[in-house]
T-cell receptor, first 114, second 112 residues
Framework: EADIYQTPRYLVIGTGKKITLECSQTMGHDKMYWYQQDPGMELHLIHYSYGVNSTEKGDLSSESTVSRIRTEHFPLTLESARPSHTSQYLC?????????????FGPGTRLTVT | GNSVTQMEGPVTLSEEAFLTINCTYTATGYPSLFWYVQYPGEGLQLLLKATKADDKGSNKGFEATYRKETTSFHLEKGSVQVSDSAVYFCARGGGSQGNLIFGKGTKLSVKP
């Protein structure tokens, strides 16, 4: 069982609000990721981090930002939420080392912007 | 483009039917291959994996064999249950950002 947590699980918020989606893992993983999952189920990588103070943008352009001040914590922030940000956001992590290891996923945050 | 291709769903089966979900990939070299499952309202869970050619991953009655000749990693289960209803994602290692590359997902519905 993977120890990766996301809060909140569900969030309904009005346009223009600032929000932060939390993601934490207790496995000591160095690599962490944020995916946006559209209603058609496809996953799009929007941010990733190789470790503390490392953040990069993924394949899909996103207006969100991330930070990685501690190994276990990788929050995602939207400065001004819009209806187009309505989606499911999934956080994941993978262990250190070379090679392509499996990713462990949190339960997701379903965001609705009204 | 996406270098993991899996069969489009939805797939609807009766309980105890045989399941196959096809997955093929394009890659240089021999990346690790994975199947993930996503139950309604949840995140993705690793179902099984294979790290080299001819490896067979298995878990909970599901199996998939790494076939380098056909660049495939098809998911199979001999007798599905209603509780197997979920979305299944095939994935490969080797993404340019150290990530996994996922297929678009296949939704499976199993009827009693």
């Amino acid at each position: 069982e993977a120890d990766i947590y996301q809060t909140p699980r569900y969030l309904v918020i009005g346009t223009g609000k600032k929000i932060t989606l939390e993601c934490s893992q207790t496995m000591g993983h160095d690599k962490m990721y944020w995916y946006q999952q559209d209603p058609g189920m496809e996953l799009h990588l929007i941010h990733y981090s190789y470790g503390v103070n490392s953040t990069e943008k993924g394949d899909l352009s996103s207006e969100s930002t991330v930070s990685r001040i501690r190994t276990e914590h990788f929050p995602l922030t939207l400065e001004s939420a819009r209806p187009s940000h309505t989606s499911q956001y999934l956080c994941a992590s993978s262990p250190p080392g070379t090679g392509w290891y499996e990713q462990y996923f949190g339960p997701g945050t379903r965001l609705t912007v009204t | 483009g996406n270098s993991v291709t899996q069969m489009e769903g939805p797939v609807t089966l009766s309980e105890e039917a045989f399941l196959t979900i096809n997955c093929t990939y394009t890659a240089t070299g021999y990346p690790s291959l994975f199947w993930y499952v996503q139950y309604p309202g949840e995140g993705l869970q690793l179902l099984l994996k294979a790290t080299k050619a001819d490896d067979k991953g298995s878990n909970k009655g599901f199996e998939a064999t790494y076939r380098k000749e056909t660049t495939s990693f098809h998911l199979e289960k001999g007798s599905v249950q209603v509780s197997d209803s979920a979305v299944y994602f095939c994935a490969r290692g080797g993404g340019s950002q150290g990530n996994l590359i996922f297929g678009k997902g296949t939704k499976l519905s199993v009827k009693p």
